[in-house]
């Protein structure tokens, strides 16, 4: 997983002025009046979070009270890979959100898978009370497949294997991204029941409930047929983990 330093991104350009009594260029206007909080949005909501992200920073640099802007930013790092910079602007989410409000959920959420992205080296630790390190396993392919996108695999896609509140497996949580191949895998989890997922903030393509027992290595491929347009094993979770675009 790459890692990077937050930075705020200013970036307006000034025009020279001509030595003549004429308008500005209407390059050098244009750069001065871009609304970046609106621009911020428009990407968003086309889930350009590349291009979405310098757009937030330079909004939060002019408005940096701003709890939409902030968590809009959070939501573009998670999707860009950006995990410190998504760490910063979740904990200042969650710092200033309201108490119970569905941004304070999804960066408390978001925070605590964050914090088990590592994984576990000690086998020794596996029947600790609480202990991450179990000797289960789950793996599979990733691929998607929708309109204006062929089939085909999803590298760099993270997921969520986050467990259940009435098992073995609660309060336990694993977070991941696929390989340049688009595959993924889970090694020396607690068995039990997990919620399967792709997304804690944005849409979320898939939302399974499975079942990893002792032992087992589970083949579980995640593809259009299993997705959350036909199979939504936790639909209030997944409705409660659509960010709102900053107005």
């Known amino acids: ?6 930075g705020l991104l200013v970036g307006l350009a000034v025009g020279l002025a001509g030595c003549q009594n004429t308008a500005p260029p209407p390059a050098s206007s244009n750069a001065i009046s871009v609304d970046h909080a609106a621009e911020a949005r428009n990407a968003f909501a086309a889930r350009d979070w590349a291009k979405a992200a310098p757009h937030f920073r330079a909004a939060i640099a002019a408005d940096p009270g701003s709890l ?13 890979g950006l995990i410190d910079e998504a760490k910063v602007e ?29 994984e576990p080296t000690t086998t020794a630790a596996a029947d600790a009370p609480g202990s991450k390190v179990g000797d289960a396993a789950v793996h599979g392919l990733v691929t998607w497949e929708g309109p204006g996108h062929p089939r085909s695999i999803l590298p760099r896609t993270q997921l969520h294997l986050k467990g259940l509140p009435d098992g073995p497996t609660k309060g336990v949580s694993y977070y991941m991204r696929t390989d340049k191949e688009g595959r993924y895998r889970f090694n020396r989890i607690k068995a039990g029941p997990y919620r ?52």
Not at 1 to 6: A, Q
Not at 94 to 105: I, K, M, R
């Open 1 to 6: 997983m790459r890692y990077f330093t937050i």
């Open 90 to 118: 979740f904990n200042w989410v969650l710092a200033h959100a309201p108490a119970g409000s569905p941004e304070a959920q999804i960066a408390r959420e978001w925070l605590a898978s964050a914090e088990t992205d590592a």
């Open 68 to 80: 939409t802007l902030h968590h809009g930013l959070a939501t573009c790092a998670s999707w860009l």
């Open 196 to 247: 399967l997922t792709d997304a804690i903030a944005g849409d979320v393509k898939w939302n399974l409930k499975i079942e990893v027992k002792s032992g087992e290595d589970l083949e579980l491929d995640l593809n259009p047929g299993n997705s959350t347009a036909s199979r939504n094993d936790f639909p209030p979770a997944a409705e409660a983990a659509r960010p709102t675009p900053p107005s």
